[in-house]
């Protein structure tokens, strides 16, 4: 009788085992897809960065633009006059 509950026991620990083996497997393969993920994310980040500096870029160039055709309806701070 001890051998079989022995056999069972140890069957039990062989299929956890097994278990948490392929379990571990499954959780570096996610890790995997996450850190491509982030670079994926890292990357879109840095072209929306230059993008957003070249906005910026031409929003200051179109300003500037503006207050030379319109040097009366802007103020010393660059504000609008209420005159």
Not at 42 to 64: C, G, K, V
């Amino acid at each position: 009788m001890e051998f079989y509950a022995a056999l069972v026991l140890a069957l039990a620990l062989a299929a956890i085992a097994g278990v948490l083996y392929f379990y571990v497997m499954f959780l570096e393969g996610r890790a995997r897809q996450m850190k491509r993920h982030i670079n994926d994310l890292e990357r879109s980040n840095e072209e929306l960065r230059r993008e957003l500096e070249q906005t910026r870029a031409l929003l200051d160039r179109e300003l500037e633009h503006s207050r030379t055709l319109w040097p009366e309806l802007l103020d010393d701070a660059g504000d609008l006059s209420r005159n």
